[in-house]
Structures are given as structure tokens and as C-alpha cells.
């Protein structure tokens, strides 16, 4: 009987600061998910360092002194991986990597090796390739001698660890090759979603690991491949749902992160036409994650870079089911209460009244609160449809928005 292969994990330690953008708060909440990627692209963090200064140096991005106390307890402990919270530019990796001698990632190619090692298709592979290139191109000068070095593990997956890589005018070369290749298969998507006729189409998007591929399991009765890992899901899926007797289109998109890299948004603008093009949005929040608000102004801001933020967007807050709030046990303790405190139906008063219908509460693994979210899915695209097919309102009657209907999928299209 063979024996089970224990997973080994890359020691790592973090390191963020503190600055006049930043408060201390919002530090440990990135640096917790800069935890969260670490452990998805395969390392184990065992310390984080943090400094407080007005604004990263421009040099080595933290002070000489801190600097010093990292470099002891790399050589103590026998780390050799540092990760940045933020993108480090090219001089900065350079000077870090001098002063350490290990290996220096920051949050963009942490991303960007998450992304390597999720994409599964030809399309996304090469969108994750040219992501790749443009982040390494302004830092081909002195990094490639560190890279020989260096053997594998997170943050070395992709291109540029052959000696030929080193040379610009080769990079530069196959960006523009990547870009050119990107254009052939965007056109040949472009035609295959046209093809598609004149279905409503619907797309989840949202922060990354927040259950879109979980809903989506749940609605079209498919499967999905959903992980409690970041960007479990890289390649869009679409499939054709069915509730009641009317027929849609579903996506699932590819999850949003704050701080972004600009050279993913650039790379995955052609995947994010499924969001574009689609005449309903279900914004799925993950509402028992603390920072669940941050989340939502992070994807906001995103759908404003791909100019989709004007759609008619549904917000479902998932993960009911996991939701708990801080209490205060005495009543004697004087604490201001926050919003850690509020219960889901204090939430339900707050801003999110004011949205009216357009919010709903559910929990996809469980299904809970699912025939009232079927019939507000059913009545916004049954709303959409007849605007489109006036001669078709006979065919979707109003009693299906009692939740008199079954959920189906009549036929799948493939992962792109």
C-alpha cells in the first residue's frame, strides 16, 4: 500500500509596512492574505515584519535597521524566501536581493505564480505568460544571475530561467508575439459568443474565494472545480442553466484581489468579457470574511477599469452559514460597539437597506435562502428576456417567481 505524500511547504517570512496610507489595521489585514496566497502557491509563513515609516524607501523599501533585524533571523532560521506585500521595483529587488542573498518575491509575482500554476488552458496559460513577461522586462538587469541559483519553488514558475531569456530584445519579441497570439484567440471567442444567440446572459463575479464556483456547482448542477484556496479558479466557465422554463447563460469569472498586478487586469481584459458582455451581474460577497466591505470596493473599482460598473448587478452575500459576530460579554465593559458586533439582520439595516431588492442573503454549500434566490434570478432574467422578446411574456408567467420551478442545466460549454 503506498503511503501518503505529505505536501512540503516553503518557509517564508512577510513583510509589510505601516504608512501614511496604511494604517497598522489594514496592514495584518493584508499581510493575512498575503498568508493566504503564500499558502496557496505552496510556502509556510513563520514570521512576519512590519515597520512603520511615511513611505517605503526607495532604496530597500524598509530602513536599514529592520532590514538588519530580517537579515538575522533569515541566517538564525534558515529561510529562503521573503515576500513583499507590495511590488518592489526593479532597483529596490535588485538592492534587497544583494542584502539577503535569498529569495525576494513581492505580491504581484506571488499572484502572478498563483496564476501559473492554476491556468489549465491554452488561453489562459498564454494570458498568464504575457503577465509573466511584462512584470520580468523592466527587471531583467542583474536578476537573472540570482535566478541560476535558485531551484525552483513559489514565485520561479513561467518563463525567463534560460540564459537566452536574458536579452530584452527576445522578451520584448515574445510579448509581442503573446499579444498577437492573445488577438487570434479573442477573435475566435469573440465569434464563438456571438454564436450563442440571443440568451440572457448572467456572470458571477467577486472577490477571490468568496464561493462563485461553489453557486455555480449549486445552480447548474455541474462541477465546478471549487477549492477553499485563492483563485481556485482561473479559467471562465460557461454554461447554460435552466430554472423553471427559461433557459440562460451562466458564468463563472476568474476572482478579483486588491492591489491587483496591472499586468493581470491588462492580460485577462479578454476573459473579462464574459463580465462586459453580460446583461446581469451577480456580485457574490463572502460575508463572513471581516473585511468583506473592502472587498466589495475592490471589485467595484476593477469593474470600473474594465468599464463594467454600470450593470445591473445583484449583490448575494454568501457563506450565511459561516457568519458570526463578535459579542460583548459584560455589560458593564464600556465598548463601543462596530461593526464587528453587528448580527446579520443589524447588516440588513445598515447600507444594504437601501439597495432594496437588489440584495440577498444565502448560503451556497448549504443552500440556504436558495428558492428566494432562484426566483429573484428568475424574475430579473425573465425581465430582461421579455424586454428583448416582447411576444415571448406569455411563456415565462409570473408563477414561477413563487418558486414552482426546477433548476437545470440543459447543456454545458467547456472551460475556455
Known amino acids: 500500500m503506498l503511503e501518503k505524500q505529505e505536501i512540503s511547504y516553503e518557509k517564508a517570512i512577510l513583510v509589510g509596512v505601516i504608512t501614511q496610507h496604511q494604517t497598522e489595521e489594514k496592514l495584518h489585514e493584508f499581510l493575512d492574505e498575503l498568508a493566504f496566497l503564500a499558502y496557496t502557491a505552496g510556502a509556510e509563513v513563520v514570521h512576519r515584519f512590519h515597520q512603520k515609516v511615511e513611505t517605503p524607501n526607495p532604496k530597500t523599501f524598509i530602513g536599514k535597521g529592520k532590514m538588519e533585524e530580517v537579515k538575522q533571523y533569515i541566517e538564525s532560521n534558515h529561510i529562503n524566501t521573503v515576500i513583499f506585500d507590495d511590488e518592489l521595483s526593479p532597483s529596490q529587488q535588485k538592492n534587497i536581493n544583494n542584502l539577503l542573498d535569498v529569495k525576494i518575491i513581492d505580491r504581484t509575482r506571488l499572484i502572478l505564480d498563483i496564476f501559473a500554476q492554476r491556468a489549465q488552458t491554452s488561453y489562459a496559460k498564454t494570458q498568464v505568460e504575457l503577465a509573466q513577461y511584462q512584470y520580468l522586462l523592466p527587471r531583467l538587469s542583474g536578476m537573472w544571475t540570482h535566478l541560476e541559483r535558485q531551484k525552483g519553488g513559489i514565485g520561479m514558475r513561467g518563463p525567463g530561467e534560460t540564459e537566452i531569456e536574458t536579452d530584452r530584445r527576445i522578451v520584448r519579441d515574445r510579448i509581442s508575439l503573446l499579444k498577437n497570439k492573445l488577438k487570434t484567440i479573442d477573435k475566435q471567442m469573440a465569434t464563438q ?117 454600470n450593470k445591473k448587478t445583484i449583490i448575494v452575500f454568501n457563506k450565511i452559514d459561516a457568519y458570526t459576530h463578535d459579542t460583548i460579554e459584560s455589560d458593564d465593559l464600556i465598548t463601543q460597539k462596530t461593526k464587528k458586533h453587528y448580527t446579520l439582520e ?71
Do not use: C
Request: aromatic share 10%; proline share 3%.
Open 193 to 309: 459568443r456571438s454564436n450563442r444567440g440571443k440568451l440572457v446572459r448572467v456572470a458571477l463575479i467577486g472577490y477571490t474565494n468568496v464561493g462563485k464556483s461553489t453557486l455555480m456547482n449549486a445552480i447548474s448542477k455541474s462541477n465546478v472545480f471549487a477549492e477553499n484556496k485563492l483563485f481556485a479558479t482561473l479559467d471562465t466557465t460557461v454554461r447554460k442553466v435552466t430554472i423553471g422554463n427559461l433557459p440562460f447563460l451562466l458564468s463563472d469569472t476568474v476572482g478579483f484581489i486588491r492591489k491587483l498586478p496591472t499586468q493581470l487586469v491588462e492580460s485577462f481584459k479578454s476573459t473579462l468579457d464574459e463580465v462586459r458582455e453580460a446583461d446581469l451581474l451577480l456580485h457574490i460577497v463572502d460575508i463572513a470574511h471581516p473585511q468583506f466591505e473592502d472587498h466589495i470596493d475592490s471589485v467595484n473599482n476593477t469593474l470600473k477599469e474594465i468599464d463594467a460598473h
Open 346 to 416: 443589524e447588516w440588513k439595516k445598515t447600507w444594504m437597506a437601501q439597495l432594496g431588492d437588489r440584495v440577498l442573503f444565502i448560503s451556497a454549500r448549504d443552500k440556504e435562502n436558495f428558492e428566494t434566490f432562484k426566483s429573484r434570478v428568475y424574475k430579473e432574467i425573465r425581465d430582461i428576456h421579455v424586454t428583448r422578446f416582447p411576444y415571448n411574456h406569455f411563456l415565462y408567467p409570473e408563477e414561477f417567481l413563487e418558486g414552482k420551478y426546477a433548476t437545470g442545466t440543459q447543456s454545458t460549454e467547456g472551460s475556455k
